[in-house]
């Protein structure tokens, strides 16, 4: 079992940062893959980024790529979720997810556990 709560959500000006962490409690969290998700209102859960349980793998949504980075402190039981140049459209609740597969898909129905989600607001 893994319980997961997100930080770090907030309001920023377009072309603007923030990072996300996501700390998990548990002593397996080192042996799970971890992902990022985003729900915009009355949007489907989409997938952002994912990382290997080893952070030697990492792989992004198209949308995001270039702009977001996803790394994980195995010692700190953390992983984040660097965004730089933001732009309106990724406006959404952002939340972290820890897979029991080896290697996950894109798809939320591979992850089996959830963070509570944190705001992140992009204004124009």
């Known amino acids: 079992q893994v319980q997961l709560v997100e930080s770090g959500g907030g309001l920023v000006q377009a072309g603007g940062s923030l990072r996300l962490s996501c700390e998990a409690s548990?002593?397996?969290?080192?042996?799970?893959?971890m992902g990022w998700f985003r729900q915009a209102p009355g949007k489907e859960r989409e997938f952002v980024a994912r990382?290997?349980?080893?952070?030697?793998?990492?792989y992004y949504a198209d949308s995001v790529k270039g702009r977001f980075a996803i790394s994980r402190d195995n010692v700190k039981n953390t992983v984040y979720l660097q965004m730089n140049n933001l732009k309106p459209e990724d406006t959404a609740v952002y939340y972290c997810?820890?897979?029991?597969?080896?290697?996950?898909?894109?798809?939320?129905?591979?992850?089996?556990?959830w963070g509570q989600g944190t705001q992140v607001t992009v204004s124009s």
């Open positions: 997810a820890a897979s029991r597969l080896i290697t996950p898909t894109m798809s939320q129905w591979d992850y089996a556990y």
């Open positions: 990382i290997s349980w080893s952070a030697g793998s990492t």
């Open positions: 548990g002593r397996t969290f080192s042996s799970y893959p």
